[in-house]
């Protein structure tokens, strides 16, 4: 069994291939060709428990362990950590063990490239992250290789983490990238909106979202969770990894289908798109929403395909169960 570490399973793959291996998995999940164990979730006594599993033909047969602690930053640890099982679908015989939270971050971001690539005009030029934890820098990477952006905010809650975040991304993009401290004129003339927060309640207002914009809300991944607000829902076509997904576990699309603002059967999941079966973006004054609580064949196939690639160049080490 082969064990990767976090700077292994970050330096392995980039976020184009990520992205490119993912769109092809989305429909997988449309068209049901899979097995999966609904996420469970567990209490913990500063944060939440994550244990997922699926099965795919071709792919794999794995499991999935994350913690997500929001109050670690203050202890100088990581508010998400976590382990990767991946095991041969036929056998059943364990594979590789990989560091878990590079893993969710590389797939979560690229899985939002997918989605961002999809829906976003084509002229999008100004973007805005909100957040700086640890799924932000995979997801500014995804944001600039879906387009080619020349602005990139970044609204985080503490301004000194904020302007440190903001210095270590400016060192590897080619863009002017800067903090911002107010929602409301971060919104002004954007394009593309990443959301990766932990929060509780609504982090944007959503009338203030501009007419074409793309937001992607990649943070929450708990019902009672609203990282985004009822305004966005109301004006936005509403996109998601998968319907069932979405109604177990998208706070904000929970709550708008429970009020009778958004209905389910008009959520369009991206294999939907992919495959023609749904519209996508339609014109340059939709405003567009990708909704994201995660999908454990998504964990499937960047395992799969960095286990591949570490095999290929001798990348960690084994172990003998």
Do not use: Y
């Amino acid at each position: 069994m082969r064990l990767l570490n976090a700077e292994e399973v970050t330096g392995l793959l980039s976020m184009d291939e990520a992205i490119r291996l993912l769109s092809q998995a989305f429909p997988i999940i449309s068209a049901g060709q899979f097995s999966q164990a609904h996420r469970q979730q567990v209490a913990l006594s500063e944060g939440t428990g994550l244990m997922m599993g699926a099965a795919a033909h071709g792919v794999g047969f794995g499991c999935k362990v994350v913690s997500v602690v929001p109050g670690n930053a203050a202890r100088g640890l990581a508010g998400v950590t976590g382990l990767v099982l991946l095991m041969d679908e036929v056998t059943g015989e364990p594979l590789a063990l990989l560091e878990g939270a590079q893993l969710t971050a590389l797939r979560t971001a690229a899985l939002n490239g997918c989605a961002m690539d999809l829906l976003a005009r084509e002229d999008a030029r100004v973007g805005l992250l909100v957040g700086c934890g640890t799924q932000a820098n995979a997801q500014a990477e995804a944001m600039t290789a879906v387009r080619d952006l020349r602005e990139l905010r970044v609204l985080g809650r503490e301004p000194s983490r904020t302007a440190a975040f903001v210095a270590r991304l400016q060192k590897r993009l080619s863009l002017d990238v800067h903090a911002v401290s107010d929602a409301e004129q971060a919104l002004e003339d954007v394009d593309l909106v990443t959301a990766a927060t932990n929060s509780l309640t609504p982090v944007l207002p959503g009338e203030r979202v501009p007419d074409g914009c793309h937001v992607s809300g990649i943070g929450s991944f708990r019902p009672d969770m609203q990282e985004l607000d009822r305004a966005l829902i109301e004006r936005a076509d509403i996109f998601v990894e998968s319907r069932e997904g979405a109604m177990a576990e998208a706070g904000e699309l929970i709550a708008a289908a429970a009020k009778g603002v958004s209905r389910p059967q008009d959520w369009n999941e991206l294999g939907e798109v992919m495959a023609g079966a749904r519209p996508g973006r339609q014109d340059a004054q939709q405003v567009t929403f990708f909704k994201s609580v995660g999908h454990a064949v998504f964990d499937l196939v960047i395992a799969k395909a960095l286990l591949d690639r570490a095999e290929l160049e001798g990348v960690g080490s084994t172990w003998q169960p």
